[in-house]
């Protein structure tokens, strides 16, 4: 490049959506949080493999809880996506209901995930596929739990009216985290309920 | 092959591993440690070349004629590097496809056989720091158990199972077969072929713990009817005391160490240390670590943390009157 | 906007009072959040870990020198070479790499700073506490002691119980996050803090390196980090991950253990070939033979090792397609390395090598020694061939000629090369030799006999050996070549001491280098670049003399002033057009408060100290909140 074909227009100052290093920032940790799952599932497939245990452990996992948390979880993503849609337009109240709207379903998720914990047939280290099960569930529920501090920061600050329709990169950022979080959970979800049903 | 390891042999791999190494793995005893050290020398006879070649090149790409220098240390763009790297790149493909044949071939010929019914199969179970053996047979009465010193017929592919006691080992024979981990919770299988008569010896070669140092063993090769006789020798049981010396020991040994060894021929019959029936057939003491003599026998038990120091086997308290009738005993156990 | 070199002078003062870390000697060390200075911490912290490994090493090859010594316990011994092994490779051969690619990389790309500067002082700040969790359970009187990959079922508390082996697993949790959240600065400073101009095909070899390794660690390091973690509830709360027992599988550990492993070996020496591409052009007075082709071989090498991790384990009895598999895909790897040698080899013929130059000297040494490493593990690649040699010190040579040769000649070369302009010094050319010489020769007396007592059956990890196999002889030889070895990088640190203190006066571009870091002043002012410029080639110092084309660099001549406060330029992810003025953040002690909280939260979580996990998570959250807030001040202007 020749200085002298360089565009002489103004460049913006500070961050604004996938101009913010935050943005590519957060994809990146996406990347390796979902590369943390995915050894998690390989961890699920190669003991399954090669155990010469029953597997799963009770018999089929019930789908009478996971199936609604699931739902549940997708949903929040939506709202949430209905919500980062407000702030675009510049509507903060639209962003802030979106926010509470999913704070609340994952709340709820994450009451079921624990209510199915408590009334599962084995405890965690009853053996390799319960010690499995627990850990990837309960890595999961780590991540909506951070997922929730994100999404509550950002409430709070949307509060605060620190988002317009030109600067709410935070919001941005921590939607891809929640999404990450919803996407992650379909594959858990598939793992550990449906592949068994499967085979 | 033949100029191959020729080429090894120029480059003084298989001299510097021979002569006074038993455990080198050029002392090829098997058809199958054969066809491993061929492929080491093949790598390792392109793998020389390759080093020489390079560092000639090195050499004369730092001190070859130039032209005289009128830059004076300004940067020169000279385009005639390419062919360096198409040239570079393309032999090595070439050698290297070459190499990757031999390497598949090699695996092929050196996996598991097909049939191995009727095969003998010696159940080897790894210790800490020790090797338990169980000879199997179909015939329940002729399983036999022992210990550290593994013995075949010639001649005749030996089929061995690998299991841990405890945590990961490595089963490994140089003269005759490559290593084969030995992990808890999977049975292993490799197999050991010796073609001539000979004692040859193997070692531990995964880390263990605090002996994985001293975690030897032997293969002993017998002509195929020597082995018959060894093996029905150590089906009978060890012969009962002669004299008053060792039916004392005896009676000694069964209440101090029974809780450990089994020792057919005494009422010992603990399962955690090696089974000592026939121990005088040994050739040495704790995997390797002493010579089986009486001197070291005595040491060896008088104070095992010594001689092996993490080893399981405790020090037992025991009058100098006490060890003397225990060595006594375990001597006649021939 | 673009100003003129003239006009830059006289905004000299105001871009140092911007830059600049206040607070003083002390309380700015806390701050800063300079890649220079972190680039140099980084570099000294790691070398005081290659000290520390070498001490260790020293005392086992005395043990070793001859069979049957008394030096060390068994007990001892398997401390000494698991902590040599975790420092050498964990605390040593990566940070020092961070060091290099820290303090060069917004040299190198025209930028003020790293993406996340603060991210950077607290990927710092993890790392020294990664390392002093490993090495705080040495002084408690039991450090690991199961070898660097720690197998299973050993590592489970019944057999190796005691805080050891969780020291270490909280060792590389931390060291984990800390290699994460650098390599997430990496890829997002090379995404987006290029000058405008620095497309992807002009950025040097190191950057390539350093990517490369960074996106690796970015997939590899959940790998090791979550092995760790399943250990540690198999330890502490008797889960059956491992524990074949309960339906787990012990092999389990080495598949997560070498996913992670082999890519990480490739993340420990892809950087360091990168100071040898970048160094050897300026000491052959040519640019790099075949730039394209090597940064694809960079690039390739690392997409490989992802897929030869088995290579790892052909000696546990894994099925005959699937070692014939990984076998043939680790041989792959010949081709990109050999793409790597023969550039450099063409590079010296093809240029003129000023072979009286140290750093010259340790990156010609390096090519051999990275050909020696680079056979040794295609010999080992041949499955029945590693069935023989695996586990032994065969092995030993080999790894031992990858982390020394390739690493540690080009760290040692790159330290050389750049310490002018880290320092505004030169090192001692004389004392240079020497310790080239000293480590050369020392190195390969001492290592190249490994592959020898390998072949002669000696396996690894063993704390003494009998007289009657025949190993005596090449062990006394061996510790005496790293003794000698050893020497020679004391006299090299020696140098770096008093060169340091009375080394001759370095000018901005000593060399007569081509890349960007030469044309700022040596040592770089803090803002680095007056003007961030407009590249406009692959080597902007080189364009008279290469005489390529019409386009001319602006280095020195014009630029981005961007003196509105802490800013850099932003620019697209591909042709590095000018995008976004970046606000960068000022100095802050949040980093370290969240590292230290981190690490709290961490330890008490590990050793169940749940007041200590509250008090340590409560802080973490708060910094996290605090140092994420959003600035009001940062509205969208256009300038």
Redo the contacts between chains.
């Keep these: 490049m020749d200085a002298s074909v360089l565009p002489e227009n103004p460049l913006p100052v500070g961050s604004k959506s996938h101009h913010a290093s935050g943005w590519w920032g957060m994809l990146t940790v996406v990347a390796t949080e979902a590369s943390v799952f995915a050894y998690l599932l390989f961890t699920y497939y190669y003991v399954a493999a090669h155990t010469s245990n029953p597997w799963p452990t009770g018999g089929l996992p019930k789908l009478s809880l996971a199936l609604p948390g699931t739902i549940i979880l997708v949903l929040g993503s939506v709202v949430m996506s209905w919500g980062e849609h407000g702030i675009r337009r510049g509507s903060t109240g639209r962003l802030i209901t979106g926010l509470a709207v999913s704070i609340g379903l994952a709340l709820l998720f994450l009451g079921i995930q624990f209510w199915e914990w408590f009334h599962k047939p084995f405890n965690f280290n009853y053996d390799a596929y319960s010690s499995i099960y627990y850990v990837t569930t309960g890595f999961h529920m780590a991540h909506v739990a951070v997922g929730v501090l994100m999404l509550a920061a950002v409430l709070l600050w949307a509060a605060l009216g620190m988002f317009d329709a030109r600067r709410h990169a935070a919001v941005s950022i921590a939607v891809i985290y929640w999404h990450f979080v919803t996407v992650v959970w379909l594959f858990v979800f598939f793992t550990f309920y449906i592949s068994p049903r499967l085979s | 092959m033949r100029a191959v390891s020729l080429v090894a042999l120029l480059a003084g791999i298989s001299p510097l591993a021979q002569a006074g190494n038993p455990l080198g793995i050029f002392n090829n005893a098997g058809q199958d440690a054969q066809e491993l050290s061929r492929l080491v020398a093949l790598f390792g006879g392109v793998s020389i070349a390759v080093i020489v070649l390079i560092a000639l090149l090195l050499i004369s790409a730092i001190w070859h004629r130039r032209t005289a220098d009128t830059t004076g240390g300004r940067p020169q763009r000279d385009e005639g590097g390419m062919p360096w790297i198409y040239w570079g790149v393309g032999l090595s493909a070439v050698v290297l496809i070459i190499c990757m044949l031999f390497n598949l071939k090699t695996i092929a010929a050196t996996s598991t056989p097909a049939d191995d019914d009727g095969a003998l199969t010696v159940h080897v179970t790894a210790h800490q720091w020790w090797w338990e053996l169980t000879y199997q047979d179909p015939d329940s009465h002729k399983v036999f158990l022992s210990a550290n010193e593994i013995h075949i017929p010639v001649g005749r592919k030996v089929k061995i199972l690998l299991d841990s006691a405890d945590v990961i080992h490595s089963f490994w024979v140089p003269s005759l077969a490559g290593k084969m981990d030995v992990i808890p919770g999977q049975t292993n299988v490799t197999w050991v072929q010796a073609d001539e008569p000979g004692v040859y010896r193997g070692e531990c070669a995964v880390f263990c713990g605090a002996e994985h140092a001293r975690m030897e063993f032997r293969v002993v090769a017998q002509d195929p009817k020597d082995f018959a006789a060894w093996r029905s020798h150590q089906l009978e049981d060890a012969p009962q005391p002669q004299d008053a010396a060792t039916l004392r020991g005896r009676l000694v040994f069964e209440s101090r160490c029974a809780a450990c060894h089994t020792l057919r021929g005494s009422s010992a019959a603990g399962m955690a240390g090696p089974d000592l029936t026939h121990l005088m057939d040994r050739s040495t003491l704790a995997a390797g670590v002493l010579p089986n003599d009486a001197g070291h026998l005595a040491e060896w038990i008088r104070d095992p943390q010594k001689q092996k120091p993490g080893t399981e086997m405790p020090q037992v308290p025991l009058s100098e009157t006490d060890l003397a009738a225990i060595v006594a005993y375990l001597r006649t156990t021939h | 906007?673009?100003v003129t070199v003239d006009e830059a002078e006289r905004h000299e003062r105001e871009l140092e009072d911007i830059w600049e870390t206040k607070g003083g000697p002390f309380f700015g060390w806390f701050i800063s959040v300079d890649h220079k200075s972190i680039g140099k911490r980084y570099l000294i912290t790691s070398i005081i870990f290659l000290i520390l490994g070498g001490l260790e090493a020293a005392v086992m090859r005395w043990q070793l020198a001859q069979p049957d010594m008394h030096v060390l316990?068994?007990?001892a011994y398997?401390q000494l070479f698991t902590m040599h092994g975790v420092t050498m490779i964990f605390l040593y051969a990566f940070p020092v790499l961070s060091g290099f690619s820290n303090y060069l990389w917004p040299l190198l790309l025209g930028s003020r700073d790293m993406?996340?500067p603060r991210?950077n002082a607290f990927s710092y700040w993890m790392f020294l506490l990664a390392g002093i969790a490993m090495y705080v359970s040495f002084i408690a009187g039991r450090a690991p002691d199961?070898?660097w990959f720690n197998?299973?079922?050993?590592a489970n508390g019944t057999?190796d119980p005691g805080v050891n082996i969780d020291a270490y697993a909280l060792g590389m949790i931390l060291l984990g996050i800390s290699t994460?959240v650098g390599?997430?600065n990496f890829?997002?400073t090379l995404?987006?803090l290029r000058a405008?101009?620095m497309?992807l095909n002009r950025v040097p070899i190191i950057i390539w390196g350093t990517l490369t390794a960074s996106l690796g660690n970015?997939?590899?390091?959940?790998?090791v980090?979550?092995a760790f973690v399943?250990l540690w509830?198999d330890r502490t709360?008797?889960?059956?991950?491992f524990?074949?027992?309960?339906?787990?599988?012990?092999?389990?550990w080495q598949?997560?253990f070498w996913?992670f492993g082999h890519p990480w070996v490739y993340s420990i020496v892809l950087p360091a070939m990168g100071i040898v591409s970048d160094g050897l052009?300026v000491f052959c007075?040519?640019?790099l033979?075949?730039y394209s082709?090597v940064a694809l071989a960079t690039v390739s090498t690392m997409v490989l090792g992802f897929g030869v991790w088995v290579h790892h384990m052909f000696?546990?009895?894994l099925p005959?397609t699937s070692?014939?598999f990984f076998?043939?895909a680790s041989?792959?790897i010949?081709?990109p390395s050999?793409?790597a040698?023969?550039?450099w080899?063409?590079?010296?013929?093809?240029?003129?090598?000023q072979?009286h130059v140290t750093a010259f000297l340790f990156f010609?040494g390096f090519?051999?020694l990275f050909?020696?490493g680079g056979?040794?593990g295609?010999?080992t690649a041949?499955?029945?061939?590693?069935?023989?040699?695996?586990?032994?010190y065969f092995v030993v040579a080999h790894l031992h000629y990858v982390i020394i040769g390739i690493n540690v000649f080009a760290v040692v070369g790159g330290v050389y090369m750049w310490f002018p302009k880290m320092t505004g010094r030169f090192m001692n050319e004389t004392l240079g030799k020497w310790s080239f010489w000293l480590m050369f020769i020392g190195f390969n007396i001492g290592f190249f006999p490994m592959h020898?007592v390998g072949?002669?059956?000696?396996?690894?990890?063993?704390?003494?050996?009998?007289a009657?196999?025949?190993?005596g002889t090449m062990n006394l030889i061996i510790t005496y070549g790293a003794y000698l070895f050893a020497m020679g990088v004391l006299l090299f640190l020696i140098n770096v001491v008093i060169s340091r203190i009375g080394g001759k006066a370095a000018g901005s571009n000593p060399w007569?280098g081509?890349t960007l870091e030469w044309s700022v002043s040596s040592p770089p002012p803090p803002y680095n670049f007056k003007l961030i410029p407009?590249?406009?080639r692959r080597?902007p110092l080189?364009e008279e003399?290469?005489?390529?084309g019409?386009?001319?660099s602006?280095t020195n001549?014009?630029?981005f002033l961007l003196n509105?406060g802490r800013?850099t330029?932003?620019t697209t992810m591909l042709?590095?057009?000018?995008?976004?003025?970046?606000?960068m953040p000022g100095d802050s002690l949040t980093p370290l408060i969240l590292a230290l909280a981190l690490s709290a939260f961490t330890v008490g979580l590990l050793f169940k100290l749940w007041i200590v996990f509250g008090i340590g998570g409560g802080i973490s959250?708060l910094a996290c909140?605090f140092w994420?807030?959003?600035e009001?001040s940062?509205?969208?202007?256009?300038?």
């Design positions: 906007m673009l316990t068994p007990e398997a993406a996340f991210l199961n070898g197998y299973v079922p050993y057999f994460t390599g997430i890829i997002v995404i987006r405008p101009g497309s970015l997939f590899a390091v959940p790998s980090t979550l399943l509830f709360y008797h889960t059956h991950f524990d074949s027992t309960g339906g787990g599988q012990p092999l389990l598949h997560l996913m052009p007075r040519r640019p033979v075949g082709v000696a546990t009895g005959v070692l014939s076998s043939s041989m792959v010949v081709l050999a793409v040698v023969f550039a080899l063409a590079t010296i013929w093809t240029g003129r090598p072979k010609a090519v051999i050909v020696i056979v040794s295609f010999m041949a499955v029945p061939a590693d069935w023989q040699l695996t586990h032994t020898i072949l002669q059956g000696m396996p690894r990890r063993i704390y003494t050996y009998p009657d196999v025949g190993w007569g081509g407009i590249v406009a080597h080189w003399e290469l005489g390529e019409q386009d001319r602006s001549a014009k630029g509105h800013e330029l932003g042709d590095a057009e000018p995008d976004v003025i970046l606000k959250l909140v994420l807030w959003p009001r940062l509205s969208q202007v256009e300038r």
